[in-house]
């Protein structure tokens, strides 16, 4: 995902960058050395929080969104594929990533909306 770094704060070595997309913004733990407000990074994104349907996720509108909302983060993006075993696989404007998800009784694809507290970035240098 193409991000771009809107604000940088480093406390104690634990990093963290508001940035923004074409589909919105928000905060993210980022796993590298520091970057430079301004600077546009792809990025592989990780959200490392299980997700059970009615309670953190639910149907969405059919586009890609991305805020901050009551203190934790708010994404709407595609749900492409979903496994027996709760693996989910969700595409964020192309960029696809592995969510576990609980509960989901549909068929993908469709959009979902996401709530969660934590993102972390690890930069692709590309």
Do not use: Q
């Amino acid at each position: 995902m193409k991000i771009k770094i809107d604000e940088v704060k480093n406390v104690s070595g634990n990093i963290s960058v508001a940035f923004s997309t074409d589909f919105g913004s928000a905060v993210a733990a980022w796993s590298a050395s520091v970057p430079k407000v301004g600077e546009e990074h792809g990025v592989e994104l990780e959200i490392d929080e299980e997700f059970v349907w009615g309670d953190n996720v639910d149907v969405s509108g059919d586009r890609f969104s991305l805020s901050i909302k009551d203190r934790g983060i708010s994404l709407s993006a595609s749900l492409v594929s979903m496994a027996e075993d709760g693996v989910a696989i969700i595409d964020i404007n192309g960029t696809k990533i592995m969510i576990e998800l609980e509960g989901c009784l549909m068929r993908p694809p469709f959009f979902i909306s996401l709530s969660f507290e934590k993102l972390t970035f690890y930069p692709t240098n590309l």
